[in-house]
């Protein structure tokens, strides 16, 4: 099967990539496994239960994992949910909670080995070699799953700037919007809906 991940700007994009005719295929009866770590400040539960709202029409199993802090991260049962679902969703919340929730641990371990992902929001921050701190837009490292694309959501032109003058200039920042997604796979990155802000250094280009 091929690998593939999904960083999605909103449970919107979220929706379309999962859609009729969308990137994600999923047959009646797929196995989803929805992981809401970064919103374990903001309730997991909540936050499971509004992406599996979503995902009801497709008529899928779901299951989410209280995958709260690292001592649940190393459970045997959510890694091997992990590994067998056709479908790993990561619900949207605070970037640098699940990054030192999923960071060497078998949890985190599980989601980079994982086929399908699908990352919402600032969550798909953490995937790439670097992310950006949503405290103030400087560069820091990420968890390395998946490489060549910092991705970023939106901020003010201030604190953009700022983060893209502290980028490497063979960095290439992709800005994801509401209703933005772009794709990860054996090719490398491409954008597969709206129109995100893809630049390196200053200056826009195509990604």
Do not use: K
């Not at 371990?109 to 919402?120: E, Q, S, T």
């Amino acid at each position: 099967m091929e690998v593939l991940t999904l960083a999605v700007g909103s449970l919107d994009a979220l929706v379309v990539m999962t859609g009729a005719g969308g990137v994600v295929e999923l047959s009646a009866d797929a196995d989803v496994v929805i992981v809401p770590t970064a919103s374990a400040f903001t309730g997991l539960a909540e936050a499971a239960w509004v992406v599996a709202q979503a995902l009801a029409p497709l008529d899928v199993r779901v299951e989410a994992l209280m995958v709260a802090a690292r001592a649940s991260a190393g459970e045997q049962h959510f890694v091997q949910r992990i590994g067998d679902a056709d479908l790993v969703v990561l619900c949207d919340g605070s970037p640098l909670h699940a990054r030192s929730v999923w960071r060497d641990t078998p949890v985190g371990d599980a989601i980079d080995a994982a086929h399908r992902v699908v990352a919402i929001g600032s969550v798909a921050t953490v995937l790439g070699d670097s992310m950006i701190d949503p405290r103030g837009g400087a560069p820091t490292t990420g968890l390395g799953y998946r490489s060549g694309l910092v991705v970023a959501t939106s901020a003010s032109d201030e604190q953009l700037g700022r983060t893209r003058t502290l980028l490497g200039l063979d960095q290439t920042l992709c800005v994801l919007g509401n209703g933005d997604a772009v794709r990860h796979d054996a090719h490398g990155w491409r954008v597969v809906l709206g129109a995100p802000v893809v630049t390196r250094g200053h200056d826009v280009v195509e990604l």
